[in-house]
């Protein structure tokens, strides 16, 4: 395990200089000497690997007027069957790309649904433009999340055979992707039945002022920190607490030893105060690590799904 960031560092900087691989291993660490790359941010992911029991598919998006590209797994027997399944959509951290969730997430979800913790469930690993924060960027250049609510989450439902309705639909994510699942979970109440954010990025404006996350305050939110703020999901959990509250499951999860547990427990203690019912667990002996967050939760990172997919007829 490669050692944890510090909280000036992670909140600082907050960068990922990583391969796949490495991103799956440590969400926040620097690959290894002599492989430091970074995702690029290509709608179309070149690379077309689909490991572990995944798919490389593609779709037209109106919002783009071009193609995008996203990884979905299957449940063993979906060839086989004519049900319907629910849907996780799975945002990878920062630096990476879709490919991360091939690596980090859907080893867990097999798991899982061979131990019977979770019902078959597609898992669809969407491509978040390696630093985009799954909001849309001021400069238009990445509408990340248009193209996820207006196309993707349609495509996915007229492709496969899903539960297309809210209660049928998880948002989750790790990193940059837990503040994603809470910006987009809590902003579209009616699209998403189930959040989860995993060791999320909940950081605030004062963060981007480091020479690393700069650009993405410039060209992401016009320089300006009061449209970040809004894309919060702190500020969206408030916003919209009277269609959040009773309706959607919720699970917030951070390792112990994390930088971020601070920003995790804030939103924690918001929806106690907002009276929003949730799952929140401090994960001993994890930091900022995405593959050891899972491993050591192991099944017990799906149980807010025994609840939302289980009910699902």
């Not at 798991?111 to 491509?127: D, E, K, M, S, Y």
């Amino acid at each position: 395990m490669r050692p944890c960031l510090d909280t000036a560092m992670l909140l600082g900087s907050l960068v990922l200089v990583v391969t796949a691989h490495a991103e799956a291993q440590n969400d926040n660490a620097p690959a290894p000497r002599g492989r430091r790359t970074q995702s690029r941010a290509e709608w179309l992911d070149p690379v077309r690997d689909a490991p572990n029991g995944t798919k490389y598919a593609t779709f037209v998006s109106k919002t783009l007027g071009a193609e995008a590209s996203y990884l979905v797994y299957l449940p063993p027997e979906y060839d086989e069957a004519t049900q319907r399944y629910p849907v996780i959509y799975w945002l990878h951290g920062l630096g990476g790309n879709q490919r991360a969730g091939a690596m980090l997430f859907v080893p867990q979800v097999e798991q899982a649904i061979h131990l019977g913790a979770l019902p078959p469930t597609i898992v669809v690993l969407v491509n978040g433009m390696v630093n985009s924060f799954y909001c849309d960027w001021a400069d238009g250049k990445r509408p990340v999340e248009s193209v996820i609510v207006k196309d993707l989450v349609p495509h996915i439902d007229a492709t496969y055979r899903t539960i297309a309705r809210r209660e049928g639909r998880a948002i989750e994510g790790y990193s940059m992707g837990g503040f994603g699942a809470g910006h987009l979970g809590f902003k579209y109440p009616d699209l998403f039945g189930t959040v989860v954010i995993n060791a999320g990025a909940l950081i605030r404006e004062t963060a981007l002022n480091g020479p690393n996350l700069a650009p993405i305050l410039k060209e992401g939110f016009a320089n300006d920190p009061r449209r970040f703020d809004a894309e919060h999901p702190n500020e969206l959990a408030e916003k919209n607490a009277e269609q959040i509250r009773g309706r959607t499951n919720i699970r917030i999860g951070v390792g112990k030893d994390d930088s971020l547990l601070p920003r995790n427990r804030e939103l924690h203690e918001l929806l106690q105060k907002l009276s929003i019912d949730h799952q929140y667990e401090e994960v001993p002996n994890v930091d900022h690590n995405g593959l050891l967050y899972y491993r050591v939760l192991g099944v017990d990172a799906f149980s807010v799904y025994r609840t939302a997919f289980h009910a699902l007829e």
